[in-house]
Nanobody
Framework: QVQLVESGGGLVQAGGSLRLSCAAS????????MGWFRQAPGKERDFVAA??????????AYADSVKGRVTISRNNAKNTVYLQMNSLKPEDTAVYYC?????????????????WGHGTQVTVSS
């Protein structure tokens, strides 16, 4: 059974920074694409960022809404993926989820991901 546990959310003022973490267990972590998604009340779960499995080159994908402000990274020795968020805006307020993909593509579609964490709340005040 794959388990994903997010942490690092909280309340920050606009312009501030947060680093979210997602600790994974249950499968060979380095072999899987990891993604971050977010969901605000009444809205769809939206793609934020993804990082490729750790074979050959490393590839990254970012939503246009966060590109330049967000960096996804992974530490395979710690079975952890990170989302560094800077210059946060009130519209970034959402529950943030990490997810694991069984295929190699950096999918932006929530339905393509097999396992999900419980989510961590990020609230950005204006």
């Amino acid at each position: 059974q794959v388990q994903l546990v997010e942490s690092g959310g909280g309340l920050v003022q606009a312009g501030g920074s947060l680093r979210l973490s997602c600790a994974a267990s249950g499968r060979t972590f380095s072999s899987y694409v990891m993604g971050w998604f977010r969901q605000a009340p009444g809205k769809e779960r939206d793609f934020v960022a993804a990082i490729s499995r750790s074979v050959g080159n490393t590839y990254y994908a970012y939503a246009d809404s966060v590109k330049g402000r967000v960096t996804i990274s992974r530490n395979n020795a710690k079975n952890t993926v990170y989302l560094q968020m800077n210059s946060l805006k009130p519209e970034d307020t959402a529950v943030y989820y990490c997810a694991q993909h069984s295929r190699a593509s950096l999918s932006r579609e929530p339905h393509d991901y097999d396992y999900w964490g419980h989510g961590t709340q990020v609230t950005v005040s204006s």
